[in-house]
């Protein structure tokens, strides 16, 4: 009976799970994409002296 490589299979089931996850990354990252603007923007504002003024979106927050 031939043997049969199966170096090919575990290759494409990688890269369909590393594909999933990479989907699930920008998925996450486009829902709390704001979120993560904002508090980013009040370290900053933080940091040089400013108040930090929310946005009426997540993500439209500035310093002032």
């Known amino acids: 009976m031939m ?13 369909l799970i590393i594909s999933i996850i ?5 998925a996450l990252l486009k829902i709390f994409g704001g979120y993560l603007t904002d508090s ?3 370290s900053s504002c933080s940091l040089v002296g400013q108040t930090y003024v929310a946005g009426d979106k997540p993500g439209k927050g500035k310093c002032e």
């Open 3 to 15: 043997k049969l490589n199966r170096h090919g299979q575990a290759l494409v089931e990688y890269l």
């Open 22 to 26: 990479s989907v699930v990354i920008v």
């Open 40 to 42: 980013m923007t009040k």
